[in-house]
């Protein structure tokens, strides 16, 4: 059986019980049958066993059986939470399974370019596994290149780019991949600080601009379709819906918060909003914001 149509077979197994939370054996294989997921083939204990196995390794998630009913249900649906590696790979693997089963229409599937930078993810994640430092040959936009040795932390996805977070000996950095020429193992280990977590270093900025901006309250008034973009797409963790109204123009709106640091990459991105997005407090990042805009329209 080939490796796509395997995880297919997981996928659906992850996706039915999410949709349908307990199932036993026998409703799992009866709908394995009308979805024909295998073919018409039918679905056995042993390899439903085997899959279960498969599961946990892949995606970290644990299928359980209720003693008393025999029903079968996911243990720690929490798993595939927002930003988690397991949720980014079933994504994926779900896309994958997906789009190579529609070949013949592949002419209207539309999408985005592939992340630049891949070429080192390789080499990146060895040093990542084996505690091994990397030497880097790398060159910032408009900058000369230049070699160096870092302990490589992390490595996040952000805009169609790879990043690594690096700790040089002095403080911590981040390298976008698609600007290394070149990277390479080296003799020299390094240890993860006890304790640190790249999910909590990055827990209160967007993106991957790091600064000493301080963690601010924000509060953000979306106009017309922006309140439900940012509903079903919400741009950070710490988003909340403070309340909804309508002005004396008669437009309506929704008032969002973020407890976030405002680095260029939020502010940005709020501005690719357009007029739908107003930053409402603190007065400082309303500014921040105006004088953005200002020095955008003066280059019209």
């Given amino acids: 059986m080939k490796p796509a149509q395997i995880f297919n077979q997981y996928i ?27 073919d018409g083939n039918p679905l056995v204990r042993s390899s439903f066993n085997r899959h ?58 539309v999408l985005e370019s592939v992340p630049a930078g891949v070429e080192h993810l390789g080499t990146i994640i060895q040093a990542i596994k084996s505690g091994k430092k990397i030497l880097i040959r790398y060159q910032r936009f408009g900058g000369e290149a230049y070699d160096k040795v870092v302990a490589p932390y992390a490595i996040k996805l952000f805009c169609q780019r790879w990043y690594l977070l690096s700790f040089t000996g002095r403080h911590y950095a981040n390298y976008a991949l698609d600007r290394m020429q070149s990277v390479k193992l080296t003799d020299e280990n390094f240890e993860l600080p006890e304790g640190f977590s790249p999910q909590d270093y990055f827990s209160e900025y967007y993106g991957v601009m790091t600064t000493d901006e301080p963690l601010t309250h924000m509060v953000v008034r979306a106009h017309s379709w922006a309140p439900n973009y940012l ?37 940005s991105q709020l501005l690719s909003h357009g007029d739908g997005i107003e930053v409402l407090e603190p007065k400082e990042v309303r500014q921040q914001m105006l004088k953005m805009i200002d020095d955008t329209r003066n280059r019209y």
């Fill in 52 to 109: 279960r196995d498969a599961i946990a390794d892949m995606f970290g998630i644990d299928i359980r059986c209720t003693p008393k009913t025999y029903k079968y249900y996911i243990e720690n649906p929490e798993t595939l939470g927002n930003d988690s590696l397991e949720r980014w790979l079933f994504s994926s693997l779900a896309v994958h399974g997906v789009l190579s089963d529609s070949v013949s229409i592949k002419d209207r599937v």
């Fill in 12 to 38: 659906w197994i992850i996706n039915t019980l999410r949709a349908y939370k307990q199932l036993t054996f026998e409703e799992l294989a009866r709908k394995w049958r009308n979805d024909e997921v295998a």
């Fill in 231 to 267: 509903r079903t797409l919400p741009l950070h963790h710490s988003q909340r819906e403070l309340r909804s109204g309508k002005l004396p123009s008669g437009s309506e709106y929704t008032d969002f918060s973020f407890d976030i640091r405002p680095t260029i990459d939020f502010l």
